[in-house]
């Protein structure tokens, strides 16, 4: 019932990743982490780290097509989330997911459900079924009740869910060049520059990491012929792996997979 492992400390910078078989039946987060949760929660794979960005589930969910990820509030209008809401929601989740072995069931804006709210929320956190999975996004973590913040894993104020300094990352600050430099570096095996890198490539619109892959892609193959020319080809797995990686991207591109995924993606194939 707790979150397992981070692949690296990034000094203050954390990537989470969840055993198989030890999610919790609740968390509160925020907005921008709620999908890779959703992701690892569906995730096919039963014998590693979940999300693997690999499997169909993982496909699905990165499309937003995913059955057993279900969303309730709006991000964009800040409406209060009403006790009717909570009880209809309360009827839906003993009904059994359709392609996973759990569903995900994402609050935004939790922090604007009322006291009817909150209390119809606590009757299910506090015996959820086991199939269920309930994600609270909160940016006003102290309007939740402290009984419900009591049943659910806080990763918001542990800090797991967002790198440090994320707000001060954005698309028009980020050098693509000395980003493909970066990228290229770390896949000798720096894996505190690549994730480095993935909370970077997060931030691009999709115009720049098009660009990204297309330019990381030809440092790529530009890296396996040097290593052929040197007589060095013991070090072209990695490359080998980056350029079969970065091709896929290319393909989820094409299906409009989010940039968030395509980084996770990226991180689970070459860590």
Excluded: W
Aim: charged share 25%; hydrophobic share 35%; proline share 3%.
């Amino acid at each position: 019932m707790s979150i397992v492992s981070q692949v690296n400390h990034l000094d203050k910078q954390k990537l989470i990743c969840f055993d198989s078989n030890r999610l919790s039946h609740a968390y509160i987060t925020t907005c921008s982490f709620a999908d890779t949760l959703a992701t690892a929660v569906v995730c096919s794979e039963r014998s590693g780290k979940r999300p693997c960005y690999k499997c169909a589930d993982c496909n699905k969910a990165s499309r937003n097509i995913h059955p057993d990820i279900i969303g309730l509030g709006k991000l964009e209008d800040k409406l209060i989330i009403t006790v009717d809401q909570i009880r209809k929601l309360k009827k839906d989740v003993y009904i059994l997911p359709n392609d996973s072995t759990q569903k995900a069931y994402i609050i935004k804006n939790a922090d604007s459900m009322n006291i009817n709210a909150q209390n119809a929320i606590l009757q299910i956190l506090e015996e959820p079924p086991a199939h269920v999975v309930f994600i609270l996004c909160a940016e006003n973590t102290s309007a939740l009740l402290p009984t419900v913040r009591s049943r659910c894993m806080d990763l918001k104020n542990q800090g797991y869910d967002k790198p440090a300094d994320e707000d001060d990352i954005n698309d028009s600050s980020i050098n693509q060049n000395e980003l493909v430099k970066n990228f290229i570096e770390a896949i000798n095996g720096d894996n505190v520059k690549l994730m480095q890198c993935m909370f970077k490539i997060d931030k691009l619109d999709r115009q720049s990491l098009n660009n990204f892959i297309e330019k990381a892609r030809e440092q790529v193959i530009l890296k396996l012929k040097e290593n052929i020319t040197k007589n060095t080809p013991n070090k072209n797995k990695a490359f080998i792996t980056a350029e079969e990686t970065l091709s896929k991207t290319k393909e989820m591109m094409d299906l409009n997979v989010s940039a968030g995924h395509i980084a996770g993606f990226i991180c689970a194939s070459l860590l």
